[in-house]
C-alpha cells in the first residue's frame, strides 16, 4: 500500500514532461538526483530559493562537522605577519620605497648587491617599526643585531635577505582580541595572543611571470623595509586567527606603521597548523617553548583574512585525514590558491631551506634610546579598541556594527570624515528636541557608511573625502534631522552631489523646491483612502489577520502617488491605521 | 727625473715584463698623461699631495669606474663597476693615477697569486730552478712595485694578503688598523677581516698614501667615526719610539718547527739588530696562536660564502652559456652561471663556508671559530703595555701588564717563496691545504684588526755573496698604526751577516 502510494504520487511528475525535457529526464533518472529533476519545471523564483535552502544546509552541516572535529581534535595555530613600513627610504639605502614608480628606478647600488657596496642602515625607518612594536605592547631591546638569511632566488639579489632573526628589536608583546573582532565563540569575549618577537627585515624584489621562460624582475621593492610579527602558537580556531590578523592590521594602521593592508599587498601572512587529538597523550613537538603540540606545517603567504581562515580549516582538515588514516603529519611548508579547498605541497621536509643564519658582519648593533621609545609612546595615535570604546560610548552612540567598519575602512579616512561630519552638525545642528540631538552622531554613521557607502560601492570608487563634502553631508543630514525634508529626499540629493552637483546643499533644496511643505491631514487622507479603494482584499488581510507588514504596500502606494518629497512615510501610516483600525 | 718620465717608464715596465701582475694595465697613452703634465707643472710650486702625479696600481678587487673590475673571476671577467671604491676616489684627488688593475687570487681567495682566471702571477726573483710564487692574494700589486711598473699599490689583506706578498717580492706591505681605511668599492671576501693593504719600496712611501686614505667615510659602515679616530690618536701619540726605548715582544708560539731556517735567521738577525738600537726584546706567548689559523679557515670561507652568493649573472656579471637553455621557470637561474664562473679554489671556500653555517654544524664551527677569535684578541691585549683604545671601559682590564711590549717582531711567511711549477704542477703529494699554512703568522692580527707590517731585510753569508730575502713582520697595538710603520722602519732593507 506504501509502495503504491510513493508510486502514485511520483508517476504525475513524470507525465507532465514536455516531450523535448524527456532526455534530460532521463539522465536525472540517471544520475539519481530527484532534486534536480523537480527543479527542472519549477519557477527560477524556486530555485534560487532552494539553492539557497541547500547551501544553508550545507554550511550547518559544515559547521557540525567543524565543530564534532573541534570536540576531537584540539588546534593550534602561530602567526606570522610580514608588514611594509611607511617609510620614505628603503632599510639599507636611501632610494626612495615608492612601488608605483617606473620599475627598476628606484635602486641604490646595495639594493642590487653591486660587488663593493655596503649597506647604510636608515635610522628614519625605525620609527614606524617601534610604533608598531609599541603598539603591540612588546618590549624594545636597546641592542638588536641584523643577520643573514641565505637562499638563492632571483627575487633576492644579495643572495641573502638581511634580518633580526638572533637578536630582534622587540619580544614579548601582546594583542587583544575581543567578540566583536570577530573571534570565535568559543574563545568568549575576549582572548590575549602573545607575541614572540618583531624584527625589521629587507622585502624581495617583485617579479612577474610570462611562462613558459620570461621573468621580468622589479627591483624597486627590493629592501623595502619590512616588520616581521611572530605570534606564539595560542590560536585554536581559523575565525580566531583571521581575527588576530585583522587586529594586527588595524593596530599596525591606527599606529600609522604601515602603507597598505593585506588588499594591496601591503601585508603577508604565513601561519603555521597543528592539531593533536583531545583527551590522549600530548604531542612530541614544541614551539616556541609550548610543548606538547603535534608536528606543524607552515602554509605561506596568505593574502587576505579570509585565506587565512580558509586555508587553516583545510590544513587542519588534511591533517585530520592523515592521521585517521594511520598516517604522520611531515613537517612541510605549504600554499594555498585563494578559492580551493585543499591547501598544496610547496616543500617537503626534505627541501628544507638551511637558511644558515650568520650576523651580517657589516651592520653595526642597533642600539635604541629609552628616550626615542618614550618620547614615540607618549605621540602613539589612539588604539583601534579604544576608538571602538569611543565610538559606542555615549559620545557617538554607534553600533559595534557601524564603530568597527568606520575604523577599518580606507586607512581611517572614513573615520576622519565621519568625525569631521558629526563635528560640523553638532555646531550647526539646533533642533530643539534634545532626542534629535543625541542621535546626530548614529544617524551621521548611518549616512556615512551606508547611504555615501552604497553609493561608492555601486559606482565601483575608492574612497574620496572630496566627493561628497563633509559639510554637505552634514548639512543634509540637519535638514533630514530637522525634519525639513524627507528621507527619500535626502537620499536623492545625495545622490546628486555624489554624481558632481556642486551646489550648496541649501541652494539645491531651494532651486529644486525640495524642501518639505507638510501635507494637510485633509490631504494625507484624500491619499490614503484611494490607495485603501485600490485594494481592499488587502485591507481585510491586516484588519482580520493582522498582517501589518502589508501596511507598507500602502504607504507606499501613497508615497507613489502624492506630490513627490512631500509625502512623510510615519505621517501616512499614521492615517493608514486610522483608517484601518477605526 | 720628471714625473711624466717616471711614469712613462713604469708602464713600458707594465708591458715589456712577462710577469702577469697586471690583468688590466694602463693603456700607453691615454688622459693620464696629461694629468701628470700638470702635476709635473706643479711641482715646482708645491704639489697637491706627495703622490701628486704618480702611478699607483689598485688591485683587481678594488672597484673603478674607468677600468674593469674582475676579482680574477671568470664569472666577473668583463665587469665594469658603475661606481669607483673610496680609495680610488681618495687617490685621484690627491692627484695619483690609477696605474692599472692588478693580478690577484680569485676575489683575494689565495696565497699565491695562482688561482686567477687570468693566469698565476709571477715574482720578480726568480730562483734557480724556475718562477717563484709572489705570495697572494695581492701578487699583482706587489710584483708591480717591486718590478718597478708603479710607484706604489693598493692591495687588501684579509689574512695576510698584502703582508706575504710583500715578503715573497721584497717589498714593504702594511695592512692598516681594521676600519681606517674605507672598504667602500673593496669587493667584499670576508667583511670582518678585510681591510685595504699599501705596499711601496719603502716605507716612507706606504706611509704617505696612507695618510691619504686615513679617513672617516660615512659609506662604509665598519669606518672608524670621527670621535673615535680622535680618541686613537690621543691615546698614540706622541709615539713612544720618541720617548723611550721599545719593548719588543717575541711570540714563542711563532717558532714552529716548519720554519725555514733561513727565515728563523732573518728573524733572530732582526731582533738582535734591534737589541743593538737599545730595544728590549721580551718573549711573550699567545697562547691561541695555534687555533687562529683554523679559526680563520672557518671564518673567512663562512663570509665569503654569503658574500658571493649574490653572484648569479642576474643583474651583472657573466652568464655561463647554457644558462638560458633550461626554459622550465623551476630550474636554478644561476647553478651553471656559477658552476663555470667560479674558480677552484673559490668553490672550495663557499662550499667549506655553506657547511660551516649550516644548522648542524654551526655550533662546532663557526661559533667556535669565532670564540678563537676572541681569545685570540684577548691575548694580543694582554701582551701590549697599551690597552686597546676602543675597548669598552668595563672590557679594558684594569691594570695592563707592567711588562707589556709596544710591538711584536716576527716572520710574516714561515718559508721563502716557493717554486710556480710545484704549486700549479699535478704533484699528487700537495693539498690545497698545504697553502694556507703560509698564512699562520699573518692571520692572529687579522683576526685582532691589528696593523701590522712586513718589511724585507736581507741575511748574506759570511763571503756576502749569497742573500737570502726574508719579510719581517711587526705587529702593534689596535691604532697603533705609525709605531708599527716606525718599527718597519728600523728594520727595512736592512742586511744582516751570517756570522754563524
Known amino acids: ?582 | 727625473m720628471s714625473l711624466l718620465r717616471e711614469a712613462e717608464r713604469c708602464i713600458a715596465n707594465q708591458y715589456v715584463q712577462n710577469l702577469n701582475s697586471f690583468i688590466t694595465p694602463l693603456p700607453r697613452t691615454g688622459s693620464w698623461k696629461a694629468r701628470v703634465q700638470e702635476a709635473d707643472q706643479r711641482a715646482d710650486q708645491g704639489p697637491l699631495t706627495w703622490i701628486d702625479g704618480r702611478l699607483i696600481s689598485v688591485k683587481d678587487n678594488i672597484c673603478t669606474r674607468d677600468l674593469p673590475t674582475t676579482c680574477g673571476s671568470g664569472i666577473l671577467d668583463k665587469f665594469n663597476s658603475p661606481f669607483n671604491a673610496t680609495v680610488v676616489e681618495q687617490l685621484e684627488a690627491a692627484g695619483a693615477i690609477i696605474a692599472g688593475k692588478t693580478n690577484l687570487d680569485e676575489f683575494g681567495m689565495g696565497s699565491h697569486s695562482v688561482y686567477s682566471r687570468f693566469g698565476p702571477v709571477k715574482n720578480v726573483r726568480n730562483g734557480a730552478e724556475g718562477d717563484l710564487s709572489a705570495g697572494g692574494s695581492s701578487g699583482g700589486s706587489a710584483v708591480a712595485v717591486a718590478a718597478d711598473q708603479c710607484y706604489a699599490a693598493l692591495g687588501t689583506d684579509t689574512g695576510g694578503s698584502v703582508r706575504l706578498p710583500a715578503a715573497y717580492t721584497g717589498t714593504v706591505g702594511f695592512k692598516p688598523s681594521y676600519g681606517l681605511i674605507s672598504r667602500w668599492g673593496v669587493v667584499a671576501y670576508a667583511n670582518s677581516l678585510d681591510t685595504v693593504g699599501i705596499l711601496g719600496l719603502k716605507t716612507s712611501t706606504v706611509r704617505d698614501v696612507f695618510t691619504l686614505l686615513n679617513h672617516y667615510d660615512p659609506h662604509d659602515p665598519t669606518s672608524i667615526s670621527r670621535s673615535s679616530r680622535a680618541r686613537l690618536s690621543q691615546v698614540t701619540s706622541p709615539s713612544p719610539l720618541q720617548c723611550r726605548p721599545l719593548r719588543i715582544g717575541v711570540p714563542l708560539e711563532y717558532n714552529i718547527s716548519e720554519l725555514e731556517p733561513s727565515v728563523r735567521k732573518a728573524w733572530l738577525l732582526s731582533l738582535a739588530h734591534l737589541q743593538k738600537q737599545g730595544h728590549a726584546i721580551h718573549p711573550v706567548s699567545l697562547p691561541a696562536t695555534k687555533h687562529a689559523l683554523s679559526a680563520y679557515y672557518v671564518l673567512a670561507p663562512a663570509e665569503a660564502s654569503s658574500n658571493l652568493a649574490k653572484y648569479d649573472g642576474v643583474r651583472y656579471g657573466t652568464r655561463g652559456d647554457h644558462a638560458d637553455s633550461d626554459k622550465s621557470l623551476d630550474a636554478p637561474l644561476y647553478s651553471q652561471t656559477r658552476g663555470s664562473g667560479f674558480g677552484a679554489e673559490v668553490k672550495r671556500r663557499i662550499l667549506l663556508g655553506t657547511f660551516s653555517l649550516s644548522a648542524d654544524a654551526m655550533d662546532n664551527y663557526f661559533i667556535q671559530a669565532q670564540r678563537v677569535r676572541r681569545l685570540v684578541q684577548q691575548d694580543f691585549n694582554s701582551v701590549f703595555g697599551a690597552g686597546h683604545p676602543l675597548a669598552h671601559e668595563n672590557e679594558k682590564s684594569s691594570e695592563r701588564p707592567a711588562s707589556g711590549v709596544d710591538v711584536l717582531v716576527c716572520p710574516t711567511a714561515p718559508s721563502p717563496p716557493p717554486l710556480l711549477s710545484d704549486l700549479t704542477g699535478l704533484s699528487a703529494n700537495r693539498s690545497p691545504l698545504d697553502a694556507y699554512v703560509n698564512d699562520v703568522f699573518t692571520v692572529p692580527a687579522s683576526l685582532a684588526g691589528l696593523p701590522a707590517i712586513s718589511v724585507p731585510v736581507a741575511v748574506t753569508n759570511t763571503g756576502g755573496k749569497k742573500s737570502g730575502l726574508a719579510g719581517i713582520q711587526v705587529v702593534g697595538q689596535y691604532g697603533y698604526d705609525e709605531l708599527v710603520m716606525q718599527v718597519g722602519e728600523l728594520l727595512e732593507g736592512q742586511r744582516f751577516a751570517d756570522d754563524s
Request: with cysteine.
Open chain 1, 1 to 582: 500500500m506504501h509502495l503504491v502510494h510513493h508510486t502514485d504520487a511520483d508517476q504525475p511528475y513524470a507525465h507532465q514532461y514536455p516531450p523535448a525535457r524527456i532526455n534530460s529526464s532521463i539522465r536525472s533518472l540517471q544520475s539519481a538526483t530527484p532534486s534536480t529533476t523537480s527543479a527542472d519545471r519549477v519557477p527560477l523564483r524556486k530555485i534560487l530559493k532552494q539553492e539557497a535552502k541547500s547551501l544553508k544546509a550545507q554550511k550547518r552541516q559544515r559547521k557540525e562537522n567543524e565543530e564534532a572535529s573541534r570536540q576531537q581534535w584540539e588546534l593550534t595555530v602561530g602567526v606570522e605577519i610580514h608588514a611594509q613600513l611607511d617609510t620614505a627610504a628603503k632599510l639599507f639605502s636611501r632610494a626612495p620605497t615608492s612601488s608605483s614608480d617606473v620599475p627598476n628606478t628606484n635602486v641604490a647600488l646595495f639594493d642590487l648587491a653591486f660587488p663593493g657596496s655596503q649597506p647604510e642602515f636608515q635610522a628614519a625607518t625605525l620609527l614606524p617599526a617601534l610604533r608598531a612594536a609599541i603598539a603591540l605592547n612588546c618590549q624594545i631591546q636597546p641592542v638588536s643585531r641584523f643577520d643573514r638569511k641565505h637562499y638563492f632566488y632571483q627575487d633576492q639579489p644579495a643572495g641573502y635577505q638581511i634580518t633580526q632573526y638572533y637578536e630582534p628589536f622587540a619580544r614579548n608583546g601582546y594583542v587583544d582580541l575581543f567578540d566583536y573582532d570577530g573571534i570565535a565563540p568559543e574563545d568568549g569575549e575576549k582572548i590575549r595572543i602573545d607575541i614572540k618577537q618583531v624584527q625589521l627585515e629587507q622585502d624581495t624584489a617583485k617579479s612577474q611571470e610570462y611562462p613558459p621562460s620570461t621573468q621580468l624582475l622589479d627591483f624597486n621593492r627590493v629592501s623595502h623595509p619590512l616588520i616581521e610579527i611572530i605570534t606564539m602558537p595560542q590560536i585554536h580556531t581559523p575565525a580566531t586567527a583571521a581575527a588576530c590578523v585583522r587586529k594586527l592590521q588595524s593596530i599596525l594602521q591606527a599606529c600609522g606603521a604601515v602603507t597598505t593592508g593585506m588588499e594591496l599587498g601591503g601585508l603577508r601572512a604565513d601561519v603555521n597548523v597543528s592539531i593533536r587529538r583531545r583527551g590522549e597523550a600530548p604531542g612530541q613537538c614544541e614551539y616556541d617553548g609550548i610543548s606538547g603540540l603535534g608536528q606543524r606545517t607552515e602554509i605561506k603567504n596568505l593574502s587576505s583574512f579570509k585565506a587565512v581562515e580558509d586555508a587553516i580549516v583545510a590544513e587542519k582538515n588534511r591533517q585530520i585525514a592523515v592521521l585517521q588514516s594511520g598516517g604522520v603529519v611531515e613537517g612541510e611548508t605549504r600554499g594555498w590558491t585563494i578559492g580551493s579547498t585543499e591547501t598544496r605541497l610547496l616543500r617537503g621536509k626534505e627541501g628544507a631551506v638551511d637558511y644558515r643564519y650568520m650576523p651580517d658582519p657589516d651592520i653595526p648593533p642597533l642600539r635604541i634610546g629609552a628616550d626615542l621609545i618614550a618620547s614615540l609612546q607618549e605621540n602613539l595615535p589612539t588604539s583601534p579598541d579604544s576608538l571602538v570604546l569611543q565610538l559606542i560610548g555615549p559620545a557617538y552612540g554607534l553600533s559595534i556594527e557601524d564603530a568597527k567598519p568606520l575604523i577599518e575602512l580606507d586607512d581611517g579616512a572614513r573615520l576622519e570624515y565621519y568625525q569631521d561630519v558629526v563635528d560640523i552638525l553638532r555646531e550647526i545642528h539646533s533642533s530643539p528636541e534634545k532626542s534629535s540631538r543625541d542621535t546626530l552622531a548614529r544617524v551621521a554613521g548611518n549616512w556615512v557608511l551606508h547611504e555615501l557607502g552604497g553609493l561608492l560601492t555601486k559606482a565601483d570608487r575608492a574612497w574620496d573625502a572630496t566627493v561628497v563634502p563633509a559639510r554637505s553631508l552634514a548639512e543634509l543630514i540637519d535638514h533630514l534631522q530637522r525634519k525639513l525634508i524627507t528621507g527619500p529626499t535626502a537620499k536623492q540629493v545625495l545622490a546628486g552631489i555624489f554624481d558632481g552637483d556642486s551646489r550648496p546643499v541649501a541652494v539645491i533644496l531651494e532651486e529644486d523646491n525640495l524642501l518639505l511643505r507638510p501635507l494637510s491631514r485633509g490631504e494625507y487622507l484624500a491619499l490614503a483612502e484611494a490607495a485603501i479603494a485600490q485594494n481592499p482584499k488587502m485591507v481585510e488581510q491586516i484588519r482580520s489577520k493582522k498582517q501589518m507588514g502589508k501596511l507598507g504596500w500602502f504607504v507606499g502606494q501613497m508615497m507613489r502617488t502624492g506630490e513627490k518629497g512631500r509625502v512623510e512615510a510615519p505621517k501616512a501610516e499614521e492615517i493608514l491605521r486610522e483608517l484601518i483600525f477605526q
